[in-house]
């Protein structure tokens, strides 16, 4: 915002006008994000750096981050968001899906070594039942 409008504008307006190009620039990362344009809406989100960033702003930041792969900064910003919104039901669900999915993903790397294993077994025993079929036919 301009700092010499700024300056000539009551308090109550400037708080007022501050919220709506809040919830303005949210909408156009909102819109950005929808079409896929990630970095856009993220750049759009993070131009801002004056002040904190909202929980809406928070929320779409680790949304966009969630879809882009990085899980941890994502949880991160989820929990800033819940720290200003503790009642908001529909972060702490996205909050704990993160965490879940983290978790799921985490057994199956832990357990790469027995997937392996199951590999290799099943095709030594392919390869045995080719080669019986093979001798046999």
Partial sequence: MNTALERRLPEDTRLA????????????AAELARAGELSEAEATLKQRCDAPHTADELDLLARIATRQGRFEEACRLWEAALHQVPGNENYRRCLESLKLGKRFFRSIINSKDLLLSILVWTTVVCGIAVLLYSVRG
């Fill in 17 to 28: 006008l501050g919220r709506f190009l809040v919830k303005l620039r949210v909408a156009r």
